[in-house]
């Protein structure tokens, strides 16, 4: 079945250290990936993706995700965290049905503390 | 340029009843999602309508539907509310293109309380 993966409910991390919030999947063919961010009472945010090309993508407020072909991983990255980066982040993956229809699947995110 | 907007914020129902949900996407796009967000089961895909069809259904009973407008605005009704319906329903929006690609655009949700 395919699936995709966020094996730490939470995360701790200290301000000015750097971040990882991990994502592993597993689809058919080549993925479509992505990370989104949820913060309090808000919706989710679209942060980068990973279509094709080069594994290291940049995203938004200095967030990068390192996609892993053979490890199926899409880990999230921040060389120095700030405070408002806490927040729950989605990891997802785009998947096609029988019918080619297309859908995200999403993980079952990661909630981000960065402490001051 | 408005974002995705989703009436009512908030909303207290008691089972059995129904309810209505709105969203207008952003000005332009043509596709809109719409996912169940729980702290359990994380966010799961409901539906997705692009020019007034159904292109895409999750894996929910027959209570949950939905429909898109002309104008692109899309609503979902949930009958026969149960307690575990509650739940932040989301509603997002993208453009055909950016639809294929998956990258939404989401509103900040309606919060169902079932009673």
Wanted: charged letters at 15%; glycine letters at 10%; one cysteine or more.
């Amino acid at each position: 079945a395919q699936s995709v993966a966020q094996p730490e409910d939470q995360v701790n991390v200290a301000e000015g250290n750097p971040l990882t919030v991990k994502c592993t999947y597993s689809v058919s063919g080549n993925p479509y990936l992505f990370w989104y961010v949820q913060y309090p009472n808000r919706g989710l945010q679209f942060l980068l993706k990973y279509i094709t090309g080069d594994n290291l993508v940049k995203g938004s407020y200095g967030f990068e995700a390192e996609f892993n072909k053979s490890q199926t991983s899409f880990h999230l990255k921040k060389p120095s965290a700030l405070v408002s980066d806490s927040a729950l982040y989605f990891c997802a993956v785009r998947v096609a049905n029988a019918g080619n229809n297309r859908k995200l699947i999403w993980g079952l995110g990661t909630s981000l503390a960065v402490n001051p | 340029k408005a974002g995705v907007t989703q009436t009512p914020r908030y909303l207290i129902k008691t089972r059995g009843q129904q309810v209505t949900l709105s969203c207008s996407p952003i000005s332009g796009h043509r596709s809109v999602s719409w996912y169940q967000q729980t702290p359990g089961q994380g966010l799961q895909f409901l539906f997705e309508y692009f020019s007034e069809t159904q292109r895409n259904k999750g894996n929910f009973p027959g209570r949950f539907s939905g429909r898109q407008f002309s104008n692109s605005r899309s609503e979902m009704n949930v009958s026969t509310l149960e307690l575990g319906d509650s739940a932040l329903y989301l509603c997002a929006s993208s453009s055909g293109t950016a639809a294929i690609a998956g990258e939404l655009f989401f509103g900040e949700g309606s919060r169902l309380t079932v009673l």
